[in-house]
């Protein structure tokens, strides 16, 4: 079955703690983002990635590494979370140009 | 900033009825495409059309597209409950790396009532 897939789905952590949360497309697509969506202000996009080591800043990435070592993960890294960084998370890919597949989201909670 | 703006940010209308949500935005774009997102779930895509389209059908959908005023339109004709949701747009926007800068809009949350 096509699908992105995102891990873990829910974490709750504290300040300065380092995380990582994963994301894979099995579709073999180039593309791949992320976006945070918190309320009242829709969904911004942090980081997006064209190809292998090809990544490049979206609107909000302050706080957030990326890093595309392979064509299907696209790893989302909070070196420092802060209370600030609590959202909802999405991945997403596709073929460069055309529609976005997202995964299902992780919900973050920085205490 | 935000450039994809939509209009109405709620809509609430009876099954059987036509349902309309407006984007507008800023700069130029490749392409412009509609999401639907159930409850804090993952967005589901809709439409994507490009920027030399003019009107493109779904089923149900119809998405147009004006670039000579920056707005967009998603029609869902003949709603049902099931189409209760949150509707997004958001533009690929043309720039230095041509694609990839996507920029959504706030959303617009469509309830049908039964």
């Known amino acids: 079955e096509a699908q992105v897939t995102q891990n873990p789905r829910y974490l709750i952590t504290v300040t300065g703690k380092k995380l990582t949360v994963t994301c894979s497309q099995n579709m073999n697509h180039e593309y791949m983002s992320w976006y945070r969506q918190d309320p009242g202000l829709g969904l911004r996009q942090i980081y997006y990635?064209?190809?292998?080591?090809?990544?490049d800043k979206g609107d909000v990435p302050e706080g957030y590494k990326v890093s595309r070592k392979e064509k299907r993960n696209f790893p989302l890294i909070l070196e420092s979370p802060s209370p600030n960084q609590t959202s909802l998370y999405f991945c997403a890919s596709s073929y460069i140009g055309n529609e976005q597949f997202f995964g299902p989201g992780t919900r973050l909670t920085v205490l | 900033s935000q450039q994809g703006e939509e209009d109405p940010q709620a809509l609430s209308i009876q099954e059987g009825e036509n349902a309309t949500m407006n984007c507008s935005y800023k700069t130029s774009i490749n392409n412009l495409q509609w999401y639907r997102q159930n409850s804090g779930r993952g967005l589901v895509h809709l439409i994507l059309?490009?920027?030399?389209?003019r009107e493109k059908h779904s089923g149900r959908l119809r998405v147009t597209l004006d670039t000579s005023k920056k707005s967009s339109s998603l029609l869902i004709t003949a709603s049902r409950a099931a189409d209760t949701a949150s509707y997004f747009c958001?533009?690929?926007?043309?720039?230095?790396?041509?694609?990839?800068?996507?920029?959504f809009g706030q959303g617009t949350i469509l309830t049908v009532h039964p």
């Open positions: 958001a533009t690929d926007n043309a720039g230095g790396t041509s694609y990839g800068k996507l920029t």
């Open positions: 990635s064209m190809n292998v080591e090809v990544t």
């Open positions: 059309i490009r920027s030399n389209e």
